[in-house]
C-alpha cells in the first residue's frame, strides 16, 4: 500500500478498490470486454456500487447504464465506480457531479464537481475539462483526483496524478506537467495574491489510480516507468524544491 496522507476522509474511504466484490466485479468487467462490449450489448456500465447513488434523482442499481449529460449523486457511505467510453470514475461518498456530453453520446466533455470528490482516468482522446466551483483543469489522458470541500466554502482540490493539465483560477495559470502527483488548491479568497496554490497530495492513492486505468486498458505513468516518485504534491519523481511546483511560478 503506498503513503497516502487523509484530509476529512477516512481509511475506509479510499481503500474500496479492496473489497472482494470490486475485485470480482472488476475481474468480471475487464473478462467481458469492457465498455465497447458493454454498449454493444445493452448491458450496464456500473462496475461496482456500494450503497445508494442516484443518476438524474433515479435510483441507481448494478445493473443502470450511465450516460453522459447525466447528474450522479451519492449518499453516506456509498461508493459508485462506472466506465463511460475510455474514462472511468469511483465517485465518493455524499459527491454530486455532472457528466457532461462529448461530440458523441459516449464521450464525456466534461466532468463538472459540485461537492464532494472523485477519482478519474482518461484515455488519449478529445480535450477534456473537469470544473469545481473555485478552477478548471483542461486535461488529455491523464488520472486525477478532484474534491470539493463544502466545509471550507467550496474550496477545491485538484491532483495531476500523471499527465499534463491546464489549469486555471481566477486570473491565475499553469501548466501541470507531472510523473507523480502534483497537487492544487483552487482558493475561494487569495492567498499571497494568488488563487491557484500548491498543494500536498492527499485523499487518494496510487492503487485507485491503478485500478480504474486497468478498467479502460491504460497504466499510470509510474507503472509505464516502473518506478515511482515522491509523494509531496510536486509531481516529481525525483526529490525537488517546493518553488519547483508550477503554481509558483
Not at 190 to 218: F, W, Y
Amino acid at each position: 500500500m503506498t503513503q497516502h496522507t487523509l484530509q476529512g476522509r477516512t481509511e475506509a474511504e479510499i481503500l474500496w478498490f479492496r473489497r472482494r466484490s470490486f475485485l470480482q466485479a472488476a475481474a468480471a468487467w475487464t473478462t467481458a470486454g469492457g465498455f465497447g462490449v458493454a454498449h454493444a450489448e445493452q448491458r450496464s456500465n456500473v462496475v461496482e456500487l456500494f450503497g445508494d447513488a442516484m443518476a438524474n434523482g433515479r435510483k441507481l442499481t448494478g445493473q443502470s447504464v450511465i450516460q453522459t449529460g447525466d447528474e450522479v449523486q451519492t449518499g453516506p457511505g456509498s461508493s459508485l465506480v462506472f466506465v463511460l467510453g475510455n474514462a472511468a470514475f469511483q465517485v465518493r461518498q455524499n459527491s454530486r457531479m455532472v457528466v457532461e456530453r462529448g461530440p458523441t453520446l459516449h464521450v464525456v466533455s466534461m466532468l463538472r464537481v459540485l461537492t464532494g470528490a472523485v477519482v478519474s482516468v482518461f484515455g488519449k482522446g478529445t480535450p477534456r475539462r473537469i470544473v469545481t466551483p473555485t478552477l478548471t483543469a483542461g486535461i488529455r489522458g491523464t488520472g486525477v483526483y478532484t474534491e470539493v470541500f463544502p466545509e471550507q466554502n467550496m474550496r477545491s482540490y485538484f491532483c495531476n496524478c500523471y499527465g499534463v493539465v491546464d489549469m486555471a483560477a481566477g486570473p491565475d495559470r499553469a501548466l501541470s506537467r507531472s510523473d507523480y502527483h502534483q497537487s492544487f488548491w483552487g482558493e475561494v479568497e487569495p492567498k499571497n495574491g494568488r488563487v491557484l496554490t500548491p498543494a500536498n497530495a492527499i485523499n487518494h492513492t496510487d492503487e485507485e489510480l491503478e485500478m480504474l486505468a486497468e478498467l479502460v486498458g491504460e497504466r499510470t505513468a509510474w507503472q509505464a516507468l516502473g518506478r515511482k516518485g515522491v509523494k509531496d504534491g510536486i509531481g516529481s519523481m525525483e526529490q525537488r524544491a517546493p518553488e519547483a511546483h508550477p503554481a509558483y511560478r
